[in-house]
């Protein structure tokens, strides 16, 4: 026989086991107590589980010592009625033996309870203090309807709230160190959340460290920006200072121009300064100048304290000197030049409902969302199989040819000579730019980027005034620090209509049609019985074309395309089969893969960061006439499998695809 200290001794010697043991209604554990050799008396089981009150918070325990099994069962109906018993006696100020008083209201309550439901009430009540067996205590630093909410909470589990009693709510769980009150008043905040509050929910959260609060309430303010500076601009000006600083440090403010949020930081600088100078310049700094045309810059920095300091006047000199950059613009990003809230959608250029009138319309893919909107500008000119890229979050448009309409009689487009003119579209200012143009003029040709740089490769011209071609072998790189266009080593043979890609910094050309001149309108058995099975490969360090194994079909205005580490061959022009095949770098070798269910030509395509392949409209034969499509479709290259995910607005074909950055 031990006493109760021995017990309490003897306790760390204990080895203490859980395991599940079976699930009724409630979950059900085994405790098993491995002890040296001392019986125990059942009554020491409450000293242990008193020591031991974490177990309770499972619902059933099965104790297993010796010989003797015991079995202790949990009911979650008499903690509420406990608190329902405690209620009755608060609502009839029975056995309640302490009073709290707050603005001239008095409270009556139970010391035990306060004691066990709130850390500063367990403070308050220690064995050392004088509040131990004080009858009535005062708390002046809280409102009675505050105080009256959190003792209703510790009485009964329910917490009494609204958007306009929050703040005296917070007030006192946070005096009060109630936790659960805290967590449930900011889980009302977040899910409460709107333009006219989020300023207001901003300023509490950050006044009690709500940080979950704080951090959804900074979002929403990015998110609803547009609707807070045209309504609610006081709301913001009464904005905290770690509020406005992370605001402005998201990439996300949708629909906003920088250069209003430049006069509402100094706006706000005005209502709540004067601040030290390294507090402005932390706000400030988290602007974006390059986003600023230089004539609002100089007019906003002028005479302004805050916009002076030598971190600031860097700054918008480094800006200035951005925008001065001229054709190196896109090779010179930086966090100042990139456009918040604008994720990358997929342009689709030019094209029309038939390739003979290509439209200066373009149209603008949200892949999350899967739907069309335009991008609020249009091509500056009509342009027929032109080259599309994007670099630094410019879009490129080059070479092609030129269409405009013809009279009203004919209803139809008139086709120009070949072009060289580059466009370069910048969506920060919504400004087309004509660039240099390309040392030749190109039609049928191929672009890619690779590592900034631009190569325009093969295609053909037309001559003028006659009904024939010539082919080029040519490849021309754009140096956008030069602003020029410089010669790059020629393809073995001149090629139109062929298609290419970049992997591993190393482009890849197959297909198209080798001869150096012909006919524009050849029939289709002249140009069928010319087109290349042909694959070549181009690495820009070693600057030598290879050749590279031959894909299984001829192919002439197909598109190749890159993901996961393999070159993919989709459909041409003449192909009477519709399968597509996948080429492997390391093996060098090509593989047939699942055919596309009706042959197209003519589609715009793009890789997807996630590896997918999506083609956006084109033509198919239907009883012996062309017909424009408007689906899109998706090919998932690790299932080989196609499947439509869309509808174009209207039919499209000839369109080209690019990846480009817009504002919302």
Known sequence: MVSDNSFCRQRSKTQIKRAQLRTHSLPVFLLQISMTSFSLKRSYFTSFLLLDRDLFKHSSFTFSLCMDTYSILYSSSHRTGLLSGFQRLRDEKKMCDVVLEAGGVSFPCHRTLLASSSDYFWALFGETTAERSADSISLPALIPEGLEAILDFLYSGWLRISSSTLPIVVEAARYLQVEAALSICEQFMVDDLTAENCCYYANLAEQHFLLNGFESANQTIAKKMVALLQKRRADLLGLNFPSLMAVLDTDEIPGVKEVD?????????????PLPLLKSNLLLSRLRFGLVAPSDLSELSHGNRAMATPLIRSQMTRALEYHHMGSAQPIGQSRQSTLRGS????????????????EQQMLAFNSSSRTFSLPGFVLPLRLRNPCVCSVGGFLFVIGGEEGKNGDDKEKKSVTVLTSSQVWRYDPRFNHWEKMESMLEKRVQFTCCVVENVIYAIGGRHSQPDSNTYT????????????????????????????????????????GGHPAHQGSIHGSNQDVNREISRECLSWDIKGRVWEKRASMSIPRFGHRLATAHGYIYALLGMYEPFCDIERYDPESNHWTRLKPLANGLF????????????LVFGGTRWSDGQQVTVRSVLEYDTKKDRWREIAKLPRPLTGTECTLLPLPD
């Open 261 to 273: 949020l430049i006069k509402l930081s100094l706006d706000w600088l005005g209502e709540n300064g």
């Open 343 to 358: 994720p990358n959608r997929v342009l689709l250029v030019g094209g029309g409902a038939s390739t003979d009138l290509p």
């Open 602 to 613: 003519n589609y715009g395509i793009l890789s997807m960061a996630c590896g997918n392949l």
């Open 471 to 510: 082919s080029v072998a040519s490849v021309e790189y754009y140096n956008m620090a030069s602003g020029a266009w410089r010669r790059a080593a020629a393809m073995p043979s001149p090629l139109h209509g062929h298609a290419s890609t970049v992997l591993d910094k190393s482009i890849y050309v197959s």
